[in-house]
T-cell receptor, first 119, second 109 residues
Framework: GAGVSQSPSNKVTEKGKDVELRCDPI?????LYWYRQSLGQGLEFLIY????????KSGLPSDRFSAERTGGSVSTLTIQRTQQEDSAVYLC?????????????????FGAGSRLTVL | DAKTTQPPSMDCAEGRAANLPCNHS???????VYWYRQIHSQGPQYIIH???NNETNEMASLIITEDRKSSTLILPHATLRDTAVYYC??????????FGKGTRLHILP
């Protein structure tokens, strides 16, 4: 597609339920990032993928959070046993890995986000 | 932690140039400086990036000091639509990218 697509755009769930958030990056983009943004706060890094591998999972808040990426394309962020503090906008971004070892420039393109509300 | 420091907020009169500063004193030689902005309830939008030289595009100009320890984003003729949070980040290739709190820019009519 032309941009990064995220679904659902809005999700309301009850405390204790599991949720899955999906990110469809720009075709050909090898790097994929997940961020979380609580109301009035900045972007909190969660995880990033290079292809299907996640070199850095250090931002995942707890073991209730997991993410996977298959086929170097679509990624799913799963939150198990949701809590009210999980309520936030979850943002996904993708970028094209530079093919030149001399070039470090990669521009992130963000999706519109998935707004999660846990009641 | 973010590798950059920005003022939490700034005001600018409509039609004037908005100059947003960013300190990145620990930047390494191969790290680029990027600027993004986030308009309320939308995903961040790329503005501009640079390595050593000053850069200009249709949205803004980026001035990087000679020692690369700081930079300034310039919006030449600010409009109300430029009201947003502006993020300055440094990164190399596909490193983990940390966004700081950014600068909330208010454009005053």
């Amino acid at each position: 597609g032309a941009g990064v697509s995220q679904s659902p755009s809005n999700k309301v769930t009850e405390k204790g339920k599991d949720v899955e958030l999906r990110c469809d990056p720009i075709s050909g983009h090898t790097a994929l990032y997940w961020y979380r943004q609580s109301l009035g706060q900045g972007l909190e890094f969660l995880i990033y993928f290079q292809g299907n591998s996640a070199p850095d999972k250090s931002g995942l808040p707890s073991d209730r959070f997991s993410a996977e990426r298959t086929g170097g394309s679509v990624s799913t962020l799963t939150i198990q046993r949701t809590q009210q503090e999980d309520s936030a906008v979850y943002l996904c971004a993708s970028s094209l890995r530079s093919t030149s070892r001399l070039s470090g420039a990669n521009v992130l393109t963000f999706g519109a986000g998935s707004r999660l509300t846990v009641l | 932690d973010a590798k950059t420091t920005q003022p939490p907020s700034m005001d600018c009169a409509e039609g004037r140039a908005a100059n947003l500063p960013c300190n990145h004193s620990t930047i390494s030689g191969n790290e680029y400086v990027y600027w993004y902005r986030q308009i309320h309830s939308q995903g961040p939008q790329y503005i501009i990036h640079g390595l050593k030289n000053n850069e200009t595009n249709e949205m803004a100009s980026l001035i990087i000091t000679e020692d690369r320890k700081s930079s300034t984003l310039i919006l030449p003729h600010a409009t109300l639509r430029d009201t947003a949070v502006y993020y300055c980040i440094v990164r190399y290739r596909d490193d983990k990218i940390i966004f700081g709190k950014g600068t909330r820019l208010h454009i005053l009519p």
